[in-house]
């Protein structure tokens, strides 16, 4: 049997009850969703002032464990403010993998800064600390407790790992290089709602950090993102900084910096809070997916189903098989046969370097990134799937 | 009697059901709101994919007679996309009014592009011509068809008059100084949903426009804003640029720019669709209440209460009294006497050339905004306030 139609039975054993198209990632919302968006639409406080954006905000603290949470509009946002906080600035370079979302790099690019894009491994599909490692050795020196590439004269001033589909990626080895070259460490945990690291929430072990609740997310808000730190100065300048840095006051309207407007309107934080209400049903259900996949793909030969690794636990936002070595040719037939049968999948995004915008930033080797963009692919990973 | 008392007092007269706090703009939810959001729940189609985005941007396409509206995250977004559209770049110079919100100066500073602030008139709030025409005069030369200014060496890339409270301005004036200087309009029709300038919609003049949906504006979608264009390559290429920049492409990730997140989600779409079946019911009731007002007030010696200028219509979403020269000093006791008897009104925005950030760019004397900051209050304005 080809790989193809190995691939599509495999996805029947598991998505038994299948009518009509299984999409990748359709939200769950099977609690109080409803009820709270009345309470705004009644109460008329649907914009950037209203109790379920504190709410929410509070609700992310509590549950990932960080001392404070911001509510913005999306994970690009969230992105470009933590990049701020993190002191990055016009001209600098920051370390993005090259396998991530466009917003990570695009976050840089709002600041006037360079990516510099990075490989990443085929354990994890985040960055590889080891080969970073070699690669700051040769280009990297640090000067006053900062980091400089010797090739641009550019400052380094952050590193930004990505978890990506949510499986936490090697965060000892890379804050052992945060710690090495003298870098801010600023997670992008954009997908990775629901995932611990050896039992501390991923996001937690930047100085900042962004978390995104898009529409195809673990949870959503519609449109939403969150700024986690554990920094009170931090949090309240990401806070006045979001809301168009205005100083508070009864009636007057000054601003003392440029600020933006990416305040998370109350009836997007009204989803929000409903949706944390069901996050850990909605992990478990997300988990039990993942086990089932496991299985099934257990015994087609050529194709790994990619688990969380050992003492972390990955909420299995995106569920991912990687084809072998050797079969990249197959990856558009599989595409195709499983689109095909109404089961949703895709590939992995381009490489950042692929892109022609980013393709002249300084990179290191990116043929891990490459290999695996010709041999990842998702499977639809929903909640709804077995149920909330 | 005091000017406050009778501030109060006329307000007393007009608004003569006050159970408690009388906020300056609510917005009312008396249509299909709740029922629109309910139906993006019950799909799960909640985020920036959804039938409710691509029918407010054609009822706003409609109602304001532009070919096409671009639906985004909110107006600070709008007209940031609208400069980056009219081909505003770094180290241009953007001519805007000194007494306007602060995202007029912020989605040029975004750009990395320098506000050149001008002065406003009593009449209307909005920018004078005359004196804009004598200031241009003087610091202004046209090379190549484009606009420079003499002192500072850098292009004029663009003028955006703003209709402050949804007055509409002196647009011919403007316009005829745009064509005089070689400068293309961009307008911020932010506050100017349902004003009119002569039977043509504010935010039409421009090459291109925005409009916000933010909680206190006439209509609301929680957090929103759109852009205008009857250019429909502009109009597209906007579609792109907030959408991230993707490709379509069936599974394909690959983006062509640096693009943004500023996606309107489909629940605040939602929220949007279901206002503009109500606008005009809005318009109406809020234009009885300026008519109340205008009555009110006309025997409050001192005070002058806004109304449109000849020809034009405006959506009164701000009500706003003018104390005369001279009165000055009581400016903060109407505040205090106002808010005292819960009636919510508030000062003008600090101008633009008095914030920290703004105060070293190019300018025109100020003389008439600073004295209108130290005058104007606006007051008690949402169509709640007689009814829907």
């Known amino acids: 049997m080809s790989i193809s139609k190995e691939v599509v039975q495999a996805l029947s054993s598991v998505l038994t009850f299948k009518d009509g198209l299984v999409p990748l990632h359709a939200p769950v919302f099977s609690g109080n969703e409803l009820a709270y968006t009345k309470e705004c639409i009644d109460s008329t406080f649907v914009s950037s002032v209203g109790k379920f954006v504190d709410q929410f905000e509070k609700m992310l603290a509590e549950y990932t464990g960080s001392k404070r949470a911001v509510a913005v509009t999306n994970g690009t946002a969230a ?50 600390a080891s080969k970073l490692d070699r690669h700051l050795s040769e280009i990297a ?72 609740f898009n529409g195809n997310k673990t949870i959503t808000t519609g449109g939403g993102g969150a700024v986690l730190t554990d920094d009170d100065k931090l949090a309240d300048l990401c806070k006045h900084m979001t809301t168009t840095a205005k100083i508070p006051h009864k009636w007057e309207y000054f601003h003392d910096m440029v600020g933006y407007n990416y305040r998370m309107p109350n009836i997007n934080a009204a989803l929000g809070c409903a949706q944390m209400e069901k996050l850990d049903d909605i992990l478990a259900s997300k988990r039990k997916l993942a086990e089932a996949y496991a299985t099934a793909f257990s015994t087609v030969k050529g194709v790994h189903f990619l688990t969380e690794p050992e003492g972390c636990k990955s909420n299995y936002w995106f569920n991912t098989i990687i084809l072998e070595k050797g079969m990249e040719e197959e990856r558009d ?38 290999s695996l963009e010709k041999r990842v692919i998702n499977i639809p990973s929903g909640a709804g799937i077995l149920g909330v």
């Open 79 to 128: 992105l470009h403010m933590a990049l701020m906080l993190a002191g990055v600035k016009n001209d600098d370079e920051v370390i993005i993998p090259g396998l991530t979302f466009i917003a990570t790099a695009n976050a840089v690019a709002y600041i006037g800064a360079v990516p510099h894009i990075v490989d990443s491994e085929e354990t994890t599909l985040g960055i590889d």
């Open 141 to 212: 020196e640090v000067r006053s407790g900062e980091c400089f590439n010797k090739q641009t004269g550019r400052r380094i001033a952050a590193l930004v790992p990505m978890h990506v589909f949510g499986i936490p990626l090697d965060l000892d080895g890379l804050l052992a290089l945060c710690e090495k070259f003298s870098i801010p460490m600023v997670e992008d945990a954009a997908e990775a709602i629901g995932s611990f690291y050896k039992g501390k929430h991923c996001g937690r072990f930047g100085k900042i950090s962004s978390l995104s």
């Open 333 to 370: 037939s599989v595409l195709e046969a499983t689109n095909g049968a109404s089961y949703m999948t895709r590939p992995l995004w381009a490489a950042m370097h692929r892109l022609t915008m980013y393709e002249n930033c300084p990179r290191t080797d990116m043929s891990v990134a490459e």
